[in-house]
């Protein structure tokens, strides 16, 4: 029992140093990928005005 007390208080250098810099690597990597491929898609880096036109409809 005061074994597994010592390993849950244990400071952070200790215990996940490795599993921090691991997410924190895997969340910019999906995040730039995310990125870039909504510029891929024109999603983001193209302003609004560069969208086409919306045709209206005649009303009937």
């Known amino acids: 029992m005061k074994k597994n007390f010592l ?3 244990a400071p952070l250098s200790i215990m996940g140093d490795n599993a921090l810099a691991r997410a924190r690597e ?3 990597r999906i995040s730039s990928l995310v ?3 909504a510029k891929k898609s024109s999603l983001i880096g193209e302003s609004r005005t560069t969208l086409p036109p919306v ?3 005649p009303s009937s």
């Open 26 to 28: 895997l969340f910019f």
């Open 7 to 9: 390993i849950f208080n």
């Open 35 to 37: 990125h870039e491929s």
């Open 55 to 57: 045709e209206k409809i």
